[in-house]
C-alpha cells in the first residue's frame, strides 16, 4: 500500500503561489491515481485536482480552476500542486490521496496523507 506525505504548506498573501508536493515511498505510486483535496476548519473536506496514472487526465474543482495545476513526476514518485493567484478562501489543510480511479469523489481514494496548512491571508 503507498503511503504518502506531504509537504510545502505555509503562509502567503492573498495574490501569491505556492507549490505542495506529496511524496510516496512506494514503488507502486506510478499505478495510482492522485488527487488533492481540503479541509477548512468547521467545513467538509472537499475535492481540489485529480489526475490519472500517465498524467493525460487532469480534473480540477470550479473553484480552482485556471489557477491551480496538479501534476505528478513518477520516477520521483511525487505528485505537485502549483497554486497561484491564491485567495484568502484558499485556506485549509491540504491532503494527498491516491486511489484506482481518478475521480471527484473522496470515496474513491484509499491512501491519504497527513495533511498541510496552507493559510492565505487578505
Known amino acids: 500500500q503507498v503511503q504518502l506525505v506531504e509537504s510545502g504548506g505555509g503562509l502567503v498573501q492573498a495574490g501569491g503561489s505556492l507549490r505542495l508536493s506529496c511524496t510516496s515511498s512506494r514503488r507502486t505510486f506510478s499505478s495510482y491515481a492522485m488527487g488533492w483535496f481540503r479541509q477548512a476548519p468547521g467545513k467538509e473536506r472537499e475535492f481540489v485536482a485529480t489526475?490519472?496514472?500517465?498524467?493525460?487526465?487532469?480534473l480540477y474543482a470550479d473553484s480552482v480552476k485556471g489557477r491551480f495545476t496538479i501534476s505528478r513526476d513518477n520516477a520521483k514518485n511525487t505528485m505537485y500542486l502549483q497554486m497561484n493567484t491564491l485567495k484568502p478562501e484558499d485556506t485549509a489543510v491540504y491532503y494527498c490521496?491516491?486511489?484506482?480511479?481518478?475521480?471527484?469523489?473522496?470515496?474513491?481514494?484509499?491512501?491519504w496523507g497527513q495533511g498541510t496548512q496552507v493559510t492565505v491571508s487578505p
Open positions: 490521496a491516491a486511489g484506482r480511479l481518478t475521480t471527484m469523489n473522496r470515496s474513491a481514494y484509499n491512501v
Open positions: 489526475i490519472n496514472y500517465s498524467s493525460s487526465t487532469t
